[in-house]
């Protein structure tokens, strides 16, 4: 069982910086595919990162890349997402989940039912 808690959301200006955190317990993290995933009010819950057991590969969406970078610690069970350059569209509750279900997977998984656990949310507003 993996147990995922997000910190680091806030408000801010369009062009500013965030930092997002995901504190997991649970042993199966270290093995687990990690992802960022948020959800805009009205809208459905999309991808926006994801990053191998090792961290060996990252894979991110479009309306992202280049502009957020996902990473993770796993000597501290935690996963991270820095946003820069914060648009008004990246406005959103974002969520961290964890593939549990295989071990050890160098596959990106950009789909939500790919997720055995996610965490309660923490909320990004964005300014204009």
């Known amino acids: 069982q993996v147990q995922l808690v997000e910190s680091g959301g806030g408000l801010v200006q369009a062009g500013d910086s965030l930092r997002l955190s995901c504190a997991a317990s649970g042993r199966a993290f270290s093995t687990s595919a990690l992802g960022w995933f948020r959800q805009a009010p009205g809208k459905e819950r999309e991808f926006v990162a994801t990053i191998t057991w090792s961290g060996g590969r990252t894979t991110y969406a479009d309306s992202v890349k280049g502009r957020f970078t996902i990473s993770r610690d796993n000597a501290k069970n935690t996963l991270y997402l820095q946003m820069n350059n914060l648009k008004p569209e990246d406005t959103a509750v974002y969520y961290c989940?964890?593939?549990?279900?295989?071990?050890?997977?160098?596959?990106?998984?950009?789909?939500?039912?790919?997720?055995?656990?996610w965490g309660q949310g923490t909320q990004v507003t964005v300014s204009s």
């Open positions: 989940a964890a593939r549990s279900r295989t071990r050890y997977s160098d596959a990106a998984y950009v789909l939500a039912d790919g997720y055995d656990h």
